[in-house]
């Protein structure tokens, strides 16, 4: 069975940065792709970024390019997405995603979330 599990978030001044990790298990899949999603309250799901397993390309949403980046450690089937400059419209349950083989915008299985929290 695969099991997506996040950590990572918590409470953050403005400013400030956070590593959420997305560890991966029950898999054997060689191609793969592994998307961070957030959705705030009253608000619908945001794609943030997609991170592939075959040459760890990348890529970003326009609201936090430049701000996060998202990479992979297939070894430990471990994903993680560093934030930094965290915002307080960056405030949301942070999720990430598995997609087979690649591509992130309709993912196969998904974590419970992490909640973030940017505030003074």
């Known amino acids: 069975q695969v099991q997506l599990v996040e950590s990572g978030g918590g409470l953050v001044q403005p400013g400030g940065s956070l590593r959420l990790s997305c560890e991966v298990s029950?898999?054997?899949?060689?191609?793969?792709?592994i998307g961070w999603f957030r959705q705030a309250p009253g608000k619908e799901r945001e794609e943030l970024s997609c991170?592939?397993?075959?040459?760890?390309?990348?890529k970003y949403a326009d609201s936090v390019k430049g701000r996060f980046t998202t990479s992979m450690d297939t070894a430990k089937n471990t994903a993680f997405l560093q934030m930094n400059n965290l915002k307080p419209e960056d405030t949301a349950l942070y999720y990430c995603?598995?997609?087979?083989?690649?591509?992130?915008?309709?993912?196969?299985?998904w974590g419970q979330g992490t909640q973030v929290t940017v505030s003074s």
């Open positions: 995603a598995l997609s087979l083989p690649t591509g992130c915008h309709l993912p196969d299985y």
């Open positions: 991170v592939t397993s075959v040459d760890g390309s990348s």
């Open positions: 029950g898999f054997t899949f060689e191609h793969y792709a």
